[in-house]
């Protein structure tokens, strides 16, 4: 049958828990029950569907999402190959782009002794500070076009950017000879053109990388930032050499050519992991890219504020070494050895290529040490080798007045400097961890903004130390001021650990007690409940601080070797306590630990905590929002992964789906969820079970008795006042990447156009943004050969649902009206195309495309006398029209064996499309009556249920929709 390529089995291939079986057994339900009788809601929906089938393929699609493996099994190290060819695309990026940061030392020597022999060290160190303050300045930007997926982009205009930059330096200095140099031009094309392309490459080299290596965030890191040190030893090199062989004008273009095409590449291999979470924006605006929250956190205040000093005085080392050595004897510069310098006097050009080859070894080990320290990570790591660095300068480097001692300071130096400059990035995903996921998603913005901080000192100490080597005629000076910088960028590290550490009082020992007995974990659990209640206030004020407490718990031994007895304690108090707070850590501990674990979810069920849950969700609205939050996704979850018993079904009442359908209608009060999207999710999952209670066989339990879909009923009997929900279904629809995600909101979309009294539930100009989107989507699925198997099943599956609901969104709604039928010739092309078999896009078509293109092509206004796509289709309905045996079978109620049989796995289903959305105007919020009386943020009071006779306005037919009012047609409709 058609539906049979959608049907799929739940299986989760790394764990055998019970929510396989019964997942297992809600789509073989699903799928068996194919037949001619099958219906979504027989008490809410008696209305005659056109194509029953398509009901139970729709329900049989699972629309589970895995959020990730438990932390015992999950791989160390990532197992695809993209995530290697990404990593040496990161390391490429900061070859190309701090790498040539690093080589500057070596332009500004032969500036000095070519180039431009009267200008003042000032003025070299002005090139070489705006390279680092306009990569460091748009930082922030490139960060937040990064974690909002548009990585091709940026890289793109970076490479052309980069590429003009450094072929221009090879053409405004004249033929490059003695005094040739043109400052004016150095500034605008190496200090400024080239800078902004540099800046493209920058934060997104650790950024997209650290997006694959979970596990390995650090070290990973580490790998990219050595790219940094091998970009300045080789451009370095080749600057010093070509210069003697051909010209420093050639010289400039072979280094141009080699950084075109190495950035290039980054631009096909670098691409970040399809699974990490989007920060997309609805709008962009300046709250976009800097994001105020961040500074709420002391731990991300001090950590820009230890960057901060450590570019106001780390660069001055490297822009100033040469000249150092030169100006005391130690080396020379060029080819030529002045007299008077010892004999194993080295060219200064070694001494810079030796610092920056000895950070590439520094910031690998450090990297390295850092995953292995556990809850002592980067940043405590980042703090030891910026103390280290800061005694060389003032010590090390003050009394190197021999070449052996300069030799070695550079050496020893350069380790630690690789470290200092390298691990930022690694710092900043240290304190941001692994459990805030809105956070994980702003990463790249969070690192951007840490380092447009930095940019002006990045800009000021080079020009600061300049002037104190002009001004007081020697080096000691600018060893001093770096030194001290450095030192006050580790007083700032050691405020932010203490920081990240007394967030947590006493919590390490408290998890770390003795767990011999149940009576001792239950001390040790009620001395964490009031933990957390007396410093509530003071060092739980965030959800991110919550998540970190609760992982604080989950991740100690005495919740490992006792999971099941804790989890039941906190599931306790959950169905039990009143209290607030013990409330809000209960639920966040149990969302947490089931996400990693899903026998959490279903102690949930087994022990009748969904009625709970909804009962708390009622009432905890205007206590705590955060508590109201994270129950909205618990209910979502546990709901998710396994199928409810009726009686928790029955709990869902009338009154909490209307409740719900008002918090959606209100203003958000949450910057980060302006949507609503927990309560859609509730919404949708609730449908979701419905559809599996409706298409339940005889012999399963509960089958007996009708359950209705109340999501359905009350959107057919009140959906004007509630057409937020609409809006917001269809802007989430454009937006979202996940395959189980889409499938949820295609179901509720598929019913509500197939159910009369829910025809014109969507304003039209609404439709014509659905419209958009699934044409949008349904070019760019592309089950082609290339990807993976699990993703070419998952689009189809997800090609198969889109073309399902397209049919009645064309056929039912206000887009069948004359005058209404938008884009018409758009959806006409492209449904030839999908089934054109030499469209080089997409891959061969399958037999259940053709019907439901077959199907699309029947509705009226699509059709066109004489079309030859239409002579095209019917003969390929002829070459796919059922057999004789078949219809008998579907005449008899007969369903074919091979229903409830998949060759999908878990993994397919929820593999991830991958594509960038187009901008759809945000919901409007139009009323024609006003909702409630909830003002202030009091939601749950005053809670009306309108009275309305529903049998009419749900059981309505065909015919009665032509022949009377629509109950949604509204005078102030948009056309």
Not at 656 to 675: G, H, K, R, T
Not at 836 to 853: G, W
Not at 890 to 903: F, N, P, T, Y
Request: a negative charge; charged letters at 20%.
């Amino acid at each position: 049958m058609d539906g049979a390529a959608l049907s799929t089995d739940r299986v989760n291939p790394e764990s055998t828990s019970t929510s396989e079986k019964v997942s297992n057994e809600m789509t073989r339900s699903a799928g068996n029950s194919a037949g001619p009788g099958s219906c979504i809601d027989a008490p809410a929906t008696a209305a005659v569907h056109d194509d029953n089938e398509a009901m139970a393929s729709l329900a049989a699609v699972p629309s589970r999402v895995h959020y990730e493996m438990p932390k015992a099994s999950r791989p160390r190290w990532p197992t695809d190959w993209r995530a290697y060819l990404c990593l040496f695309g990161g390391f490429l990026q900061m070859f190309i782009s701090w790498g040539y940061v690093n080589a500057f030392g070596t332009y500004a020597s032969y500036y000095k002794s070519v180039l431009l022999p009267r200008a003042d060290n000032l003025l070299m160190n002005v090139v070489g500070g705006t390279e680092c303050f306009v990569i460091l300045l748009l930082s922030f930007v490139v960060g937040r076009l990064v974690d909002a997926g548009h990585i091709g982009k940026v890289l793109f205009v970076g490479t052309i950017l980069l590429g003009v930059g450094t072929f221009s330096l090879g053409a405004v200095n004249g033929d490059a000879g003695k005094g040739d140099g043109n400052y004016g031009a150095i500034c605008a094309t190496q200090g400024f053109l080239t800078s902004l392309g540099m800046a493209c490459h920058f934060v997104s080299s650790s950024q997209v990388v650290a997006t694959w290596f979970t596990e390995t965030k650090s070290f990973a890191v580490g790998v990219v930032a050595c790219g940094a040190s091998a970009g300045g030893a080789v451009i370095s090199t080749m600057v010093r050499y070509l210069n003697q062989q051909a010209g420093f004008n050639n010289a400039s273009r072979y280094v141009a050519i080699m950084l075109f095409v190495l950035s290039a590449t980054t631009v096909i291999i670098c691409r970040p992991n399809p699974e990490h979470p989007r920060g997309t924006s609805a709008k962009w605006r300046w709250s976009t890219f800097w994001d105020a929250t961040a500074f709420r956190n002391p731990c991300f205040c001090w950590l820009s504020a230890a960057v901060f000093f450590i570019f106001l005085g780390f660069y001055p080392v490297f822009f100033n070494l040469e000249a150092w050595a030169a100006a005391n004897g130690i080396a020379f510069r060029g080819n030529s050895r002045p007299a008077g310098i010892p004999p194993n006097a080295i060219e200064t050009f070694a001494l810079l290529s030796m610092m920056n080859g000895s950070s590439f070894l520094g910031r690998l080990l450090s990297a390295g040490i850092a995953d292995h320290l556990g809850s002592y990570g980067a940043l405590h790591v980042h703090g030891f080798v910026t103390a280290t660095a800061s005694i060389l300068l003032m010590t090390f480097w003050t009394t190197a007045n021999t070449v052996g001692k300069a030799i070695g300071f550079v050496l020893i130096f350069g380790m630690f400097s690789g470290a200092v400059i390298g691990l930022p990035p690694a710092s900043m995903a240290f304190i941001i961890g692994k459990t805030d996921k809105l956070a994980q998603a702003r990463l790249g913005q969070r690192v951007g903004m840490m380092y447009s901080i930095a940019s002006l000192p990045a800009l000021v100490g080079p020009l600061i130390a300049g002037h104190l080597i002009t001004q007081f005629g020697t080096f000691l000076a600018v060893q001093l001021w770096s030194g001290g910088c450095l030192m006050a960028s580790t007083a700032c590290m050691g405020v932010c650990i203490y920081y990240e550490r007394k967030s947590l009082p006493q919590l390490d020992d408290l998890v770390s007690g003795p767990s011999d007995s149940h009576e001792l974990i239950d001390n040790v659990l009620r001395a964490y409940l009031t933990l957390a209640s007396t410093h509530k206030r003071e060092y739980l004020g965030s959800e991110y601080d919550v998540a970190k407490y609760c992982y604080r718990l989950l991740d100690a031994e005495l919740f490992q070797g006792n999971q099941d007895y804790v989890r039941r304690q906190f599931l306790y108090c959950l169905l039990q306590d009143d209290d607030v707070d013990t409330l809000h850590l209960a639920a966040a501990l149990l969302l947490f630990d089931g996400r990693a674990n899903e026998t959490a979810f279903e102690l949930l069920q087994s022990e009748g905590a969904f009625s709970r849950i909804v009962e708390l969700i009622r009432a905890q609205r205007d206590d705590d929002i955060g508590l109201h939050r994270l129950l909205l996704e618990l209910l979502c979850e546990m709901s998710r992964i396994q199928k409810l018993t009726l009686e928790d079904l029955k709990v869902v009442d009338d009154a909490f789906v209307l409740y719900l359908f008002q918090l959606i209608e209100q203003l958000s009060d949450d910057a980060d969820d302006p949507y609503h999207y927990p309560i859609i999710r509730v919404i949708l999952v609730l449908n979701e079970q419905y559809m599996c209670f409706a298409n339940a066989p005889v012999s399963m339990p509960g089958s007996g008795e009708k359950v209705t879909n109340r999501i359905l009923k009350l959107i057919s009997a009140h959906g004007p006042l509630y057409r937020t929900f609409g809006e917001n279904l269809i802007l989430l629809l454009n937006r979202e990447t996940a395959l189980a995600h889409q499938l949820l909101i295609l179901k509720l979309l598929y019913l509500l156009f197939t159910t009369p009294a829910t025809y014109e539930y969507f304003y039209t100009n609404d439709l014509h943004v659905l419209v958009d989107v699934v044409i949008r989507n349904l070019l760019d699925l592309d089950p082609s050969v290339g990807k993976m198997d699990e993703e070419r099943d998952g689009q189809k599956a997800l090609r198969h649902t889109y073309l399902r609901v397209l049919c009645p969104l064309l056929r039912n709604t206000q887009l069948a009206r004359e005058g209404n039928n938008y884009k018409r010739e758009e959806v006409r092309k492209l449904l030839h195309l999908l089934v054109n078999r030499s469209a080089a896009h997409f891959a061969p078509v399958d037999e259940t495309v053709i019907r439901l293109v077959i199907r699309c092509k029947q509705i009226e206004w699509l059709k066109q006398d004489g079309d030859e796509q239409d002579e095209e289709l019917e003969r390929k309905l002829a070459e796919f029209a059922p057999k004789e045996a078949d219809v008998a079978k579907k005449l008899m109620g007969m369903s074919l064996d091979d229903a409830g049989v998949s060759s999908l796995s878990v993994v397919e289903v929820a593999a991830k499309v991958t594509k960038e959305k187009p901008t759809v105007p945000a919901p409007r919020r139009r009323r024609t009556k006003p909702v409630g009386k909830a003002t202030n943020g009091t939601h749950g009071a005053g809670l009306k249920v309108p009275p309305t006779d529903l049998s009419a306005s749900i059981s309505g037919s065909e015919d009665a929709r032509e022949g009377g009012r629509s109950p949604f047609a509204d005078d102030a409709e948009e056309v």
